[in-house]
Protein backbone atom coordinates (compact mmCIF):
# COMPACT_ATOMS: atom_id res chain seq x y z
CA UNK A 1 0.00 0.00 0.00
CA UNK A 2 2.09 2.93 0.90
CA UNK A 3 5.83 3.13 0.85
CA UNK A 4 6.30 3.18 4.46
CA UNK A 5 4.40 -0.29 4.74
CA UNK A 6 7.30 -2.23 2.73
CA UNK A 7 9.28 -4.16 4.12
CA UNK A 8 12.96 -3.14 5.36
CA UNK A 9 15.65 -5.18 4.21
CA UNK A 10 17.77 -4.69 7.11
CA UNK A 11 18.12 -6.08 10.31
CA UNK A 12 15.49 -4.52 12.81
CA UNK A 13 11.74 -3.72 13.07
CA UNK A 14 10.24 -4.18 10.03
CA UNK A 15 8.00 -0.85 8.79
CA UNK A 16 4.69 -3.54 8.51
CA UNK A 17 1.01 -2.35 9.13
CA UNK A 18 1.32 -4.84 12.04
CA UNK A 19 3.47 -3.73 14.79
CA UNK A 20 4.74 -6.09 17.59
CA UNK A 21 2.85 -6.74 21.04
CA UNK A 22 4.86 -4.91 23.87
CA UNK A 23 4.09 -6.17 27.63
CA UNK A 24 2.30 -3.66 30.15
CA UNK A 25 3.59 -2.58 33.59
CA UNK A 26 1.13 -4.56 35.73
CA UNK A 27 1.22 -5.09 39.65
CA UNK A 28 1.86 -8.48 40.31
CA UNK A 29 -0.13 -8.38 43.68
CA UNK A 30 -3.30 -7.18 42.21
CA UNK A 31 -3.04 -9.41 38.65
CA UNK A 32 -2.83 -12.70 41.28
CA UNK A 33 -6.24 -11.04 43.16
CA UNK A 34 -8.00 -10.61 39.75
CA UNK A 35 -6.85 -14.09 38.99
CA UNK A 36 -8.69 -15.45 41.58
CA UNK A 37 -11.73 -12.85 40.71
CA UNK A 38 -11.63 -13.94 37.43
CA UNK A 39 -12.37 -17.29 38.26
CA UNK A 40 -14.60 -16.60 41.28
CA UNK A 41 -18.07 -18.37 41.26
CA UNK A 42 -19.63 -15.88 43.60
CA UNK A 43 -19.56 -13.16 41.08
CA UNK A 44 -22.72 -14.73 39.63
CA UNK A 45 -25.96 -14.64 41.08
CA UNK A 46 -26.63 -18.20 41.90
CA UNK A 47 -22.86 -18.82 42.82
CA UNK A 48 -22.38 -21.08 39.47
CA UNK A 49 -20.70 -19.28 36.92
CA UNK A 50 -17.11 -17.14 36.64
CA UNK A 51 -15.50 -14.79 34.37
CA UNK A 52 -13.39 -18.08 32.77
CA UNK A 53 -16.84 -20.03 32.29
CA UNK A 54 -16.80 -17.86 28.88
CA UNK A 55 -13.26 -17.05 28.94
CA UNK A 56 -11.63 -20.45 29.11
CA UNK A 57 -7.68 -19.69 28.73
CA UNK A 58 -6.14 -22.71 28.16
CA UNK A 59 -8.12 -22.28 24.93
CA UNK A 60 -7.66 -19.03 23.84
CA UNK A 61 -9.52 -17.01 26.29
CA UNK A 62 -12.94 -17.49 24.33
CA UNK A 63 -15.88 -20.21 25.07
CA UNK A 64 -15.83 -22.12 21.67
CA UNK A 65 -19.56 -21.54 21.39
CA UNK A 66 -21.41 -19.76 18.78
CA UNK A 67 -23.21 -17.56 21.26
CA UNK A 68 -22.35 -17.65 25.49
CA UNK A 69 -24.44 -18.79 27.88
CA UNK A 70 -24.97 -17.98 31.82
CA UNK A 71 -26.50 -18.67 34.72
CA UNK A 72 -29.31 -21.27 34.91
CA UNK A 73 -28.42 -21.99 31.11
CA UNK A 74 -29.35 -19.04 29.57
CA UNK A 75 -28.77 -18.22 26.46
CA UNK A 76 -27.09 -15.05 24.93
CA UNK A 77 -27.13 -13.49 21.56
CA UNK A 78 -23.56 -12.79 21.31
CA UNK A 79 -20.49 -14.57 20.37
CA UNK A 80 -17.46 -14.31 23.21
CA UNK A 81 -14.49 -12.77 22.31
CA UNK A 82 -11.08 -13.44 23.75
CA UNK A 83 -9.77 -11.69 26.88
CA UNK A 84 -6.21 -11.68 25.57
CA UNK A 85 -4.74 -8.87 24.23
CA UNK A 86 -8.27 -7.07 25.00
CA UNK A 87 -6.50 -4.14 27.03
CA UNK A 88 -4.67 -2.82 23.91
CA UNK A 89 -8.31 -2.55 22.21
CA UNK A 90 -9.91 1.27 21.83
CA UNK A 91 -12.53 0.19 23.66
CA UNK A 92 -14.62 -3.10 24.57
CA UNK A 93 -17.28 -5.74 23.40
CA UNK A 94 -18.68 -5.45 19.98
CA UNK A 95 -20.09 -2.01 19.77
CA UNK A 96 -17.13 -0.93 21.91
CA UNK A 97 -20.03 0.62 24.83
CA UNK A 98 -17.29 0.10 27.41
CA UNK A 99 -14.21 2.47 27.28
CA UNK A 100 -12.13 0.46 29.64
CA UNK A 101 -11.89 -2.96 31.09
CA UNK A 102 -13.09 -1.48 34.35
CA UNK A 103 -16.32 -0.14 33.01
CA UNK A 104 -16.89 -3.44 30.85
CA UNK A 105 -17.26 -5.45 33.96
CA UNK A 106 -20.35 -4.10 34.57
CA UNK A 107 -21.93 -5.94 31.79
CA UNK A 108 -21.62 -9.28 32.56
CA UNK A 109 -21.70 -8.78 36.27
CA UNK A 110 -25.45 -7.91 35.30
CA UNK A 111 -26.58 -9.23 32.34
CA UNK A 112 -29.07 -11.61 33.04
CA UNK A 113 -27.85 -14.73 30.44
CA UNK A 114 -24.44 -14.21 32.34
CA UNK A 115 -23.92 -13.98 35.49
CA UNK A 116 -27.28 -11.71 36.29
CA UNK A 117 -26.28 -10.18 39.78
CA UNK A 118 -25.38 -6.83 41.40
CA UNK A 119 -22.55 -5.15 43.45
CA UNK A 120 -23.84 -4.95 46.75
CA UNK A 121 -24.06 -9.12 46.69
CA UNK A 122 -20.68 -9.41 45.08
CA UNK A 123 -19.29 -6.97 47.97
CA UNK A 124 -21.11 -8.95 50.73
CA UNK A 125 -19.92 -12.50 49.67
CA UNK A 126 -16.56 -11.04 49.28
CA UNK A 127 -16.79 -9.73 52.62
CA UNK A 128 -17.64 -12.72 54.20
CA UNK A 129 -14.22 -14.24 53.12
CA UNK A 130 -11.38 -13.41 55.07
CA UNK A 131 -9.04 -14.12 52.67
CA UNK A 132 -10.53 -12.31 49.72
CA UNK A 133 -10.73 -9.39 52.89
CA UNK A 134 -7.08 -9.54 53.84
CA UNK A 135 -6.00 -9.70 50.35
CA UNK A 136 -8.06 -6.22 49.30
CA UNK A 137 -7.30 -4.21 52.69
CA UNK A 138 -3.34 -4.82 51.67
CA UNK A 139 -3.90 -3.52 48.55
CA UNK A 140 -6.46 -1.12 48.24
CA UNK A 141 -7.26 1.99 50.88
CA UNK A 142 -10.82 1.39 50.28
CA UNK A 143 -10.55 -2.48 51.14
CA UNK A 144 -13.42 -4.30 48.94
CA UNK A 145 -15.56 -2.17 46.85
CA UNK A 146 -17.07 -2.16 43.35
CA UNK A 147 -14.15 -0.22 42.14
CA UNK A 148 -11.52 -2.04 43.39
CA UNK A 149 -13.10 -5.28 42.81
CA UNK A 150 -12.81 -4.01 38.82
CA UNK A 151 -9.87 -2.66 38.88
CA UNK A 152 -8.10 -6.04 40.38
CA UNK A 153 -10.22 -7.70 37.57
CA UNK A 154 -8.94 -5.54 35.17
CA UNK A 155 -5.04 -5.55 35.66
CA UNK A 156 -4.92 -9.22 35.31
CA UNK A 157 -7.04 -8.84 32.22
CA UNK A 158 -3.97 -6.17 31.44
CA UNK A 159 -1.44 -9.24 32.03
CA UNK A 160 -2.96 -11.60 29.61
CA UNK A 161 -0.64 -10.29 26.56
CA UNK A 162 0.88 -13.34 24.14
CA UNK A 163 3.88 -12.01 23.75
CA UNK A 164 7.03 -13.20 21.32
CA UNK A 165 4.73 -14.82 18.76
CA UNK A 166 6.62 -16.14 15.85
CA UNK A 167 5.44 -13.40 13.76
CA UNK A 168 6.24 -10.86 16.03
CA UNK A 169 9.94 -12.36 15.83
CA UNK A 170 9.68 -12.14 12.08
CA UNK A 171 8.69 -7.96 12.50
CA UNK A 172 11.29 -7.86 14.88
CA UNK A 173 14.46 -8.87 12.38
CA UNK A 174 14.03 -12.97 12.10
CA UNK A 175 13.80 -13.42 8.89
CA UNK A 176 13.24 -17.33 9.27
CA UNK A 177 10.97 -16.99 12.22
CA UNK A 178 7.93 -17.56 9.13
CA UNK A 179 8.46 -19.72 6.26
CA UNK A 180 7.56 -19.36 2.96
CA UNK A 181 3.65 -20.49 3.00
CA UNK A 182 3.19 -18.01 6.13
CA UNK A 183 5.01 -15.22 4.19
CA UNK A 184 2.92 -16.20 1.37
CA UNK A 185 -0.29 -15.92 3.47
CA UNK A 186 1.01 -12.62 4.69
CA UNK A 187 1.58 -10.88 1.59
CA UNK A 188 -2.00 -12.16 0.68
CA UNK A 189 -3.35 -10.50 3.82
CA UNK A 190 -1.53 -7.40 2.74
CA UNK A 191 -2.45 -7.89 -0.99
CA UNK A 192 -6.42 -8.51 -0.80
CA UNK A 193 -6.70 -5.91 2.03
CA UNK A 194 -7.47 -7.52 5.03
CA UNK A 195 -5.06 -4.82 6.76
CA UNK A 196 -6.87 -1.84 6.10
CA UNK A 197 -9.30 -3.58 8.68
CA UNK A 198 -6.73 -5.82 11.11
CA UNK A 199 -3.87 -4.07 11.76
CA UNK A 200 -1.52 -2.63 14.45
CA UNK A 201 -0.49 -4.11 17.54
CA UNK A 202 -3.49 -6.22 17.82
CA UNK A 203 -4.08 -7.29 14.23
CA UNK A 204 -7.71 -4.90 15.13
CA UNK A 205 -9.24 -3.81 17.89
CA UNK A 206 -8.37 0.10 16.96
CA UNK A 207 -10.72 0.72 14.58
CA UNK A 208 -15.07 0.25 13.62
CA UNK A 209 -16.33 -0.66 10.38
CA UNK A 210 -18.75 -2.00 8.49
CA UNK A 211 -19.80 -5.70 8.36
CA UNK A 212 -20.93 -5.75 5.01
CA UNK A 213 -18.98 -2.70 3.12
CA UNK A 214 -19.36 -5.12 -0.56
CA UNK A 215 -22.79 -6.70 0.19
CA UNK A 216 -25.41 -7.23 2.41
CA UNK A 217 -24.29 -9.74 5.07
CA UNK A 218 -27.26 -9.45 7.01
CA UNK A 219 -29.85 -10.12 3.63
CA UNK A 220 -29.97 -13.99 4.79
CA UNK A 221 -31.08 -13.41 8.42
CA UNK A 222 -34.59 -14.12 8.92
CA UNK A 223 -34.55 -11.87 12.06
CA UNK A 224 -32.06 -8.94 13.07
CA UNK A 225 -32.05 -8.00 16.70
CA UNK A 226 -30.64 -5.29 18.24
CA UNK A 227 -27.30 -6.32 18.79
CA UNK A 228 -26.91 -6.78 15.27
CA UNK A 229 -26.88 -3.01 15.16
CA UNK A 230 -23.09 -2.45 16.50
CA UNK A 231 -21.79 0.79 17.09
CA UNK A 232 -25.55 2.29 16.34
CA UNK A 233 -26.67 1.13 19.74
CA UNK A 234 -23.69 3.48 21.35
CA UNK A 235 -24.18 6.68 19.10
CA UNK A 236 -27.50 6.38 17.61
CA UNK A 237 -25.91 7.18 14.02
CA UNK A 238 -27.49 5.80 11.80
CA UNK A 239 -24.13 5.45 9.73
CA UNK A 240 -23.27 3.24 12.23
CA UNK A 241 -25.92 0.51 11.86
CA UNK A 242 -23.68 -2.48 11.55
CA UNK A 243 -20.76 -1.35 12.29
CA UNK A 244 -18.54 -3.57 14.94
CA UNK A 245 -15.27 -3.40 16.09
CA UNK A 246 -12.64 -4.75 14.28
CA UNK A 247 -11.87 -8.02 16.02
CA UNK A 248 -8.08 -8.54 16.99
CA UNK A 249 -7.13 -11.89 14.94
CA UNK A 250 -3.96 -12.67 17.37
CA UNK A 251 -5.68 -15.75 18.90
CA UNK A 252 -8.30 -16.17 16.22
CA UNK A 253 -7.00 -19.75 15.33
CA UNK A 254 -7.79 -20.71 19.12
CA UNK A 255 -11.06 -19.08 18.83
CA UNK A 256 -13.93 -20.89 16.25
CA UNK A 257 -16.59 -19.81 15.80
CA UNK A 258 -16.42 -16.93 14.49
CA UNK A 259 -18.00 -13.23 14.23
CA UNK A 260 -20.07 -11.21 17.09
CA UNK A 261 -23.02 -13.54 15.88
CA UNK A 262 -20.60 -16.37 15.96
CA UNK A 263 -22.42 -17.56 12.89
CA UNK A 264 -18.55 -18.56 11.07
CA UNK A 265 -18.10 -22.04 11.86
CA UNK A 266 -14.76 -22.48 10.70
CA UNK A 267 -11.83 -19.96 9.91
CA UNK A 268 -12.38 -21.21 6.22
CA UNK A 269 -15.89 -20.00 6.53
CA UNK A 270 -15.05 -16.44 7.52
CA UNK A 271 -11.68 -15.94 5.26
CA UNK A 272 -13.94 -16.60 2.78
CA UNK A 273 -17.21 -14.11 4.17
CA UNK A 274 -14.76 -11.76 4.99
CA UNK A 275 -13.63 -11.72 1.06
CA UNK A 276 -17.10 -11.32 -0.06
CA UNK A 277 -18.94 -9.26 2.27
CA UNK A 278 -15.68 -6.48 2.99
CA UNK A 279 -13.96 -6.95 0.16
CA UNK A 280 -16.21 -8.60 -3.19
CA UNK A 281 -13.38 -10.69 -3.43
CA UNK A 282 -13.58 -14.56 -4.35
CA UNK A 283 -10.69 -16.50 -2.40
CA UNK A 284 -9.65 -19.35 -3.49
CA UNK A 285 -9.75 -23.17 -0.94
CA UNK A 286 -5.71 -22.50 -1.22
CA UNK A 287 -5.14 -18.79 -0.60
CA UNK A 288 -7.77 -19.14 2.45
CA UNK A 289 -4.95 -21.79 3.41
CA UNK A 290 -1.99 -19.63 3.19
CA UNK A 291 -3.77 -17.16 5.02
CA UNK A 292 -4.70 -19.11 7.88
CA UNK A 293 -1.22 -20.26 7.78
CA UNK A 294 -0.36 -16.98 8.33
CA UNK A 295 -3.00 -16.09 11.29
CA UNK A 296 -1.40 -19.77 13.02
CA UNK A 297 1.60 -17.18 13.58
CA UNK A 298 0.37 -14.45 15.36
CA UNK A 299 -0.22 -16.68 18.24
CA UNK A 300 2.18 -15.87 21.38
CA UNK A 301 2.80 -17.27 24.41
CA UNK A 302 1.43 -16.98 27.92
CA UNK A 303 1.71 -19.10 30.46
CA UNK A 304 -2.44 -19.63 31.47
CA UNK A 305 -2.63 -20.67 27.44
CA UNK A 306 -0.16 -23.20 28.71
CA UNK A 307 -0.76 -24.54 31.35
CA UNK A 308 -4.66 -24.42 31.66
CA UNK A 309 -7.48 -22.26 33.43
C1 LIG B 1 -21.94 -15.95 30.08
C2 LIG B 1 -20.69 -15.74 29.39
C3 LIG B 1 -19.79 -14.63 29.86
C4 LIG B 1 -19.36 -14.35 31.14
C5 LIG B 1 -19.76 -15.05 32.43
C6 LIG B 1 -18.43 -13.27 31.00
N1 LIG B 1 -18.29 -12.91 29.69
FE1 LIG B 1 -17.02 -11.52 28.97
N2 LIG B 1 -17.97 -11.60 27.20
C7 LIG B 1 -18.95 -12.51 26.85
C8 LIG B 1 -19.57 -12.10 25.60
C9 LIG B 1 -20.68 -12.83 24.87
C10 LIG B 1 -18.94 -10.90 25.21
C11 LIG B 1 -19.29 -10.03 24.00
C12 LIG B 1 -20.55 -9.24 24.36
C13 LIG B 1 -20.80 -8.04 23.50
O1 LIG B 1 -19.88 -7.56 22.83
O2 LIG B 1 -21.95 -7.55 23.51
C14 LIG B 1 -17.92 -10.63 26.23
C15 LIG B 1 -17.00 -9.58 26.18
C16 LIG B 1 -15.96 -9.42 27.08
C17 LIG B 1 -14.85 -8.49 26.92
C18 LIG B 1 -14.63 -7.57 25.73
C19 LIG B 1 -13.56 -8.10 24.82
C20 LIG B 1 -13.50 -7.33 23.52
O3 LIG B 1 -12.56 -7.56 22.73
O4 LIG B 1 -14.39 -6.52 23.24
C21 LIG B 1 -14.06 -8.61 28.04
C22 LIG B 1 -12.80 -7.85 28.34
C23 LIG B 1 -14.71 -9.58 28.91
N3 LIG B 1 -15.84 -10.07 28.27
C24 LIG B 1 -14.28 -9.91 30.18
C25 LIG B 1 -15.11 -10.57 31.09
C26 LIG B 1 -14.92 -10.56 32.53
C27 LIG B 1 -13.83 -9.84 33.26
C28 LIG B 1 -15.93 -11.31 33.07
C29 LIG B 1 -16.24 -11.58 34.52
C30 LIG B 1 -16.51 -10.42 35.35
C31 LIG B 1 -16.72 -11.80 31.95
N4 LIG B 1 -16.20 -11.31 30.78
C32 LIG B 1 -17.79 -12.67 32.08
C33 LIG B 1 -19.31 -13.61 27.59
C34 LIG B 1 -19.13 -13.70 28.97
C1 LIG C 1 -13.64 -3.25 5.97
C2 LIG C 1 -12.93 -3.79 7.12
C3 LIG C 1 -12.49 -5.24 7.07
C4 LIG C 1 -11.74 -5.88 6.11
C5 LIG C 1 -11.21 -5.31 4.79
C6 LIG C 1 -11.55 -7.23 6.59
N1 LIG C 1 -12.14 -7.39 7.80
FE1 LIG C 1 -12.15 -9.08 8.90
N2 LIG C 1 -13.50 -8.24 10.17
C7 LIG C 1 -13.97 -6.94 10.10
C8 LIG C 1 -15.06 -6.78 11.03
C9 LIG C 1 -15.86 -5.51 11.27
C10 LIG C 1 -15.26 -8.03 11.65
C11 LIG C 1 -16.34 -8.38 12.66
C12 LIG C 1 -17.64 -8.70 11.91
C13 LIG C 1 -18.75 -9.24 12.77
O1 LIG C 1 -18.48 -9.72 13.85
O2 LIG C 1 -19.92 -9.19 12.36
C14 LIG C 1 -14.24 -8.92 11.10
C15 LIG C 1 -14.04 -10.24 11.48
C16 LIG C 1 -13.04 -11.07 11.00
C17 LIG C 1 -12.76 -12.39 11.49
C18 LIG C 1 -13.47 -13.08 12.64
C19 LIG C 1 -12.74 -12.81 13.94
C20 LIG C 1 -13.50 -13.23 15.16
O3 LIG C 1 -12.87 -13.31 16.23
O4 LIG C 1 -14.72 -13.45 15.12
C21 LIG C 1 -11.71 -12.89 10.74
C22 LIG C 1 -11.06 -14.26 10.88
C23 LIG C 1 -11.35 -11.88 9.79
N3 LIG C 1 -12.17 -10.78 9.99
C24 LIG C 1 -10.34 -12.01 8.85
C25 LIG C 1 -10.20 -11.14 7.77
C26 LIG C 1 -9.40 -11.41 6.59
C27 LIG C 1 -8.54 -12.65 6.40
C28 LIG C 1 -9.57 -10.37 5.75
C29 LIG C 1 -9.05 -10.21 4.35
C30 LIG C 1 -9.40 -11.29 3.43
C31 LIG C 1 -10.46 -9.43 6.41
N4 LIG C 1 -10.83 -9.93 7.61
C32 LIG C 1 -10.84 -8.20 5.88
C33 LIG C 1 -13.47 -5.96 9.27
C34 LIG C 1 -12.73 -6.21 8.12
Redesign the pocket.
Known sequence: MTAAWASSSGNGLRHEPIRPLNSIVVDAEKVALGERLFHETRLSADQSISCAHCHILSEGGADGLPTSFGIGGNKGVM?S?TVYNAALNIAQF?DGRAKTLEDQIDGPLHAEAEMGSNWPAVITLLHADKSYKTAFDKLYDEGISEQSVKNAIAEFERSLITLNSRFDQYLLGDERAINDEEKKGYAL?KG???V???QGENVGGNLY???G?MADYFASYDHEGKHDYGRFNVTGKVTDIHR?K??S?RM?TL?AP????GKAKT?ED??RD??KY??GLS?SDAEIAS?IAFLATLRGEHHKLDRGN
Not at 258 to 261: E, R
Request: glycine share 6%.
Open positions: NPWFFGCACHQSMVFVPLVTYFHDLAIMGQLII
